[in-house]
């Protein structure tokens, strides 16, 4: 089978790495890819958005699955342009149709479907500019903090969590009169702030049937002991320590048994990856947010436990035949520390030429995310721009692992945290 992986990122070279060691799978191509994928198969010049140039591609190389990395091509409705398309609509996709989409698209849209469901999450209340004064009100009432997220796609940066009652009326202001977030931030959802601890829980499904991945734990935050700015991610353990059989019962039966029910209740077509974003608080699962592919860099750590051959896991899912597959799981624990570039999550300096990535292949595995070939080097080529991953018998042997192997990898400006797992 020829398939096709679309993105450039960490989570993309994830998926070329496991579908490379597929028997069944032929050819392999990524679009555009970074210069991980381009040393596991063929990078295309194609944008995630250019429909049209990736349906000539899909054409031109004989395409039979693809597999959709990033949101955007999703919420876009790329799903629906192979269906409609008389030459596309045999080939098999990951990722849910638009109107499934909405999940992650639409903050106010998965609120609704989690309330109608019964899926507990924060309580929450929308408004736009024509409503503003009611969300001055509405935030009034409220105990700090406060927490104001854009409805939609905004990079993950559409968050803001404020201790300041005034303030949170400004950024209120800020987002939905003078578009802070832009087309994003039309809509603003105010949460209640829930305190306890996050966790994400991975869930492959084919729209009825579904196998749950090992859930992980993230660190967003781009200093030390969980400070600084928020940013894509800077690293990942999974599984997760604290998750017990009994809270992880709790989460299939309150959280991924009716979120699965809801797809067909709600008529939502979904076959791809439901990422759900935990929190646990006491001993309680809350969702905070659904989106609707596998996270980055969540992959990195989640794809390496997973023994299965996973063009038979795509392939079942895309036939509404996942109830056939039994998911494999390794009993390891791996670990991800994310190399960032210096400034990230604010502005950085790319195309710095980084030495020393085969020093540490035997012992732990990189994922490339922000990568280009420019000759026979690898240069930086984005904020996050390697992915280091371990797997050992627990975490802390793991990160010890991952850290050696960084000590032999170096770019300049190369940033990254030291104090993974502290929290757990």
Request: charged share 20%; hydrophobic share 40%; glycine share 10%.
């Amino acid at each position: 089978m020829n398939i096709l992986i679309i993105g450039g990122g960490g989570r993309e070279h994830t998926f070329a790495w496991k579908l490379a060691q597929s028997p069944k799978c032929n050819q392999l191509f990524v679009a555009p890819g970074n210069a991980g994928t381009a040393q596991i198969a063929t990078n295309l010049a194609i944008g995630v958005n250019d429909f049209v140039g990736l349906k000539s591609a899909v054409i031109e190389n004989k395409i039979e699955m693809v597999v959709v990395g990033p949101e955007d091509p999703l919420v876009n409705g790329i799903h629906d342009f192979f269906l409609k398309d008389e030459a596309l609509k045999k080939v098999m996709i990951i990722g849910p149709r638009k109107q499934a989409a909405q999940l992650e698209g639409s903050k106010e849209f998965a609120k609704e479907f989690m309330k109608s469901n019964n899926i507990p999450t924060a309580q929450y209340a929308s408004f736009t500019a024509a409503t503003l004064e009611e969300g001055i009100t509405f935030l009034s009432q409220m105990k700090a903090p406060y927490v104001l997220k854009a409805d939609g796609l905004a990079a993950g940066k559409g968050v803001l969590i404020l201790n300041d009652l005034a303030e949170a009326q400004a950024q209120l202001k800020e987002m939905l009169v003078d578009e802070k977030f832009g087309a994003a931030s039309k809509t603003v959802v105010i949460e209640e702030f829930l305190d306890g601890i996050e966790l994400s829980c991975f869930v492959l499904t084919d729209g009825k049937n579904f196998v749950t991945f090992p859930m992980a734990k993230d660190y967003k935050r781009i200093g030390e002991g969980d400070t600084g700015l928020n940013t894509g991610g800077m690293g990942a353990i999974s599984p997760v320590p604290f998750v017990t059989p009994e809270f992880e019962k709790k989460i299939h039966q309150r959280i991924i048994l009716p979120t699965i029910a809801g797809f067909e209740k709600a008529d939502l077509p979904f076959q791809g990856f439901v990422f759900i974003g935990l929190i646990k608080v006491g001993e309680d699962p809350f969702v905070i947010e659904y989106n609707v592919r596998m996270g980055d860099p969540e992959t990195e750590v989640v794809l390496p436990l997973i023994k299965n051959d996973f063009v038979d896991l795509l392939s079942a899912t895309a036939k509404g035949e996942l109830n056939s597959q039994n998911i494999e799981i390794d009993e390891r624990t791996a670990t991800t520390v994310m190399l960032v570039s210096g400034g990230y999550p604010e502005a950085y300096a790319k195309g710095k030429e980084i030495t020393g990535l085969n020093s540490g292949a035997a012992a732990s595995i990189l994922f490339h995310a922000g990568t280009q070939l420019e000759g026979n080097k690898v240069i930086t080529s984005g904020g996050r721009v390697l992915a280091v991953t371990s797997l050992a018998s627990n975490f802390k042997e793991g990160l010890k692992q991952s850290y050696a192997t960084i000590e032999k990898i170096s770019f300049e400006g190369m940033n990254y945290r030291k104090d993974l797992g502290f929290d757990l």
